[in-house]
């Protein structure tokens, strides 16, 4: 991991003074950094990325227990066919493990788990695919056209060439039925995208389907915290300094007249300086930059940059929607009720899913999955929640561990003792996270575009020169819309420099 010790080491230089300063150390923070130090010509760059928490990663990040588990902060997989992954990571330095394509699906007064499969990519799967109960006959040949289009489409055409609607009416186009969207489309996107299929747009919808269609999901040796380390690794090794622990509490530009006479204003070479705050010591710190790149979620740039001359109107802007959910862990001693490496879904009908009587979701064995999640001899289990469910518990942790306990006890009757015994089955953490994604749909600067916003403008407002925009509200509310937009970012800074 990225240490707070280890990147303090560098950044505390008298000159404090950078042709780059990155403001979050997330997953476009780190996108940023590293795509601007690669590009050392015609010189080589002085870049500092600032970061408020204790480790870089954002929302991707993972806890590590005294006596051995890995708690990733919220469920997460890693989608392997992400294109901006695929450039930006070393696959085989993660030590990846496969989830088994498909899901196991948790249907309503059956006590056995169906399974979903995918026969596209598990072809010995297509006589299991087609006599699964998930589904009816015409349900899974209405897939074939849906199957059709994600895979002869590239990812731009999908999103250039299909009308956008909500995910809900997409997958009635295709005449699905509601019993199958229901058992299965609900409780695996809103897993994914953290909201009602109504309120997620049908573009992001043929994207996650073509990733899942053309790779798999995986998770990484050491959990989320890796893949986010691995970042932060590459952005030192290329120079790029990291200070830790370290709000930005405003950011200035400095100005200067054109003309002694001129009432016009041109900004300085130094044009920007960044005023930070230490947690843990009541001081601040100047930093100079020629150049700025705002890596946070849409709320606190816009909290950062309304003091900025000309962007003062986005004081008045509201705030973009954020989806939240949550997730408990247990962890408890081998055997697991599912020992396959496979999401579980609660495909009961939205009457008993995310509700005050049964709020779970999804679940998932990291530890089946990655063994590198558990000791040796134990298991973890990952409950994902969704905020109906939360509210309805009022955020209340022991009344959501007891609501959840008991539907698990119900799905699994040979390990209802045990999971109901809070001796055996041990509540390891518990997360809520308000922000965990931007809204992607029907809200002005929702994070449903493909390629990235152009990153030197808010909101249709101008940035300064020398300042950009990078995180995924500013593409798609995805892993890859991050480093998408980091890499924009990027490339604009270098632009930005090469004529300085």
């Given at each position: 991991m990225i240490s707070a010790a280890a990147a303090e080491t560098s950044s505390k230089d008298d000159e404090a003074y950078y042709d780059l300063v990155v403001i979050g150390g997330g997953i476009g923070g780190m996108a940023t950094a590293i795509t601007v130090a690669k590009h050392q010509q015609p010189h080589a760059k002085k870049i500092l990325l600032i970061e408020s928490e204790p480790s870089v990663g954002g929302r991707v990040r993972s806890d590590f227990t005294d006596d051995g588990f890995i708690l990733d902060r919220g469920f997460a997989v890693f989608i392997e066919a992400y294109p901006q992954s695929q450039q930006m990571l070393d696959y085989d330095a993660l030590r990846l493990n496969q989830f088994l394509p498909g899901a196991r699906v948790k249907l309503?007064?059956?006590?056995?788990?169906?399974?979903?499969?995918?026969?596209?990519?598990?072809?010995?799967?297509?006589?299991?695919?087609?006599?699964?109960?998930?589904?009816?006959?015409?349900?899974?040949?209405?897939?074939?056209?849906?199957?059709?289009?994600?895979?002869?489409?590239?990812?731009?055409?999908?999103?250039?060439?299909?009308?956008?609607?909500?995910?809900?009416?997409?997958?009635?186009?295709?005449?699905?039925?509601?019993?199958?969207?229901?058992?299965?489309?609900?409780?695996?996107?809103?897993?994914?995208?953290?909201?009602?299929?109504?309120?997620?747009?049908?573009?992001?919808?043929?994207?996650?389907?073509?990733?899942?269609?053309?790779?798999?999901?995986?998770?990484?040796?050491?959990?989320?915290?890796?893949?986010?380390?691995?970042?932060?690794?590459?952005?030192?090794?290329?120079?790029?300094?990291?200070?830790?622990?370290?709000?930005?509490?405003?950011?200035?530009?400095?100005?200067?007249?054109?003309?002694?006479?001129?009432?016009?204003?041109?900004?300085?070479?130094?044009?920007?300086?960044?005023?930070?705050?230490?947690?843990?010591?009541?001081?601040?710190?100047?930093?100079?930059?020629?150049?700025?790149?705002?890596?946070?979620?849409?709320?606190?740039?816009?909290?950062?940059?309304?003091?900025?001359?000309?962007?003062?109107?986005?004081?008045?802007?509201?705030?973009?929607?954020?989806?939240?959910?949550?997730?408990?862990?247990?962890?408890?001693?081998?055997?697991?009720?599912?020992?396959?490496?496979?999401?579980?879904?609660?495909?009961?009908?939205?009457?008993?899913?995310?509700?005050?009587?049964?709020?779970?979701n999804n679940i998932c064995f990291p530890s089946i999955v990655h063994k590198s999640y558990a000791p040796d001899g134990y298991e973890l289990c990952c409950v994902s929640l969704l905020e109906n469910a939360i509210s309805e518990h009022d955020e209340d942790q022991a009344s959501l561990d007891m609501a959840v306990r008991k539907q698990l006890s119900a799905w699994f009757p040979g390990f209802a003792s045990d999971i109901i015994d809070e001796s055996k089955w041990v509540t390891k953490g518990f997360y809520l996270i308000s922000n965990a994604q931007p809204t992607q749909f029907n809200e002005e600067g929702c994070a449903n575009v493909h390629g990235g916003r152009d990153c030197d403008a808010f909101q249709g407002l101008a940035m300064p020169d020398g300042m950009f925009l990078a995180g995924d509200h500013m593409a798609t509310a995805t892993f890859n819309g991050a480093l998408e937009s980091g890499v924009n970012a990027g490339d604009a800074v270098n632009s930005f420099l090469s004529k300085k």
């Open positions: 309503r007064n059956k006590e056995k788990l169906a399974a979903v499969s995918d026969p596209l990519r598990r072809r010995r799967d297509i006589i299991k695919a087609i006599t699964s109960p998930v589904g009816s006959l015409r349900d899974k040949a209405n897939l074939l056209p849906l199957f059709f289009t994600v895979i002869t489409k590239d990812i731009q055409s999908l999103f250039d060439d299909e009308a956008e609607t909500d995910t809900l009416s997409c997958l009635r186009s295709y005449n699905f039925s509601e019993e199958f969207i229901s058992s299965f489309f609900a409780p695996f996107l809103e897993g994914i995208y953290l909201t009602p299929l109504s309120k997620q747009s049908s573009k992001m919808f043929y994207f996650v389907m073509k990733m899942f269609t053309v790779g798999s999901a995986a998770l990484p040796m050491g959990g989320m915290q890796s893949v986010s380390d691995q970042l932060g690794q590459k952005a030192q090794d290329l120079g790029v300094e990291i200070k830790l622990n370290s709000r930005v509490l405003s950011i200035q530009q400095h100005l200067r007249q054109e003309e002694q006479h001129s009432t016009s204003m041109i900004a300085k070479d130094d044009a920007f300086s960044v005023i930070v705050g230490n947690r843990e010591q009541d001081e601040q710190r100047h930093i100079n930059a020629k150049s700025v790149v705002v890596a946070t979620d849409y709320n606190v740039a816009r909290n950062l940059l309304q003091d900025i001359p000309g962007l003062e109107s986005l004081k008045s802007l509201p705030k973009l929607s954020q989806r939240s959910v949550g997730c408990i862990y247990y962890a408890f001693q081998s055997p697991a009720p599912l020992e396959e490496p496979i999401l579980l879904l609660n495909g009961e009908g939205h009457e008993r899913r995310n509700t005050k009587q049964f709020p779970v």
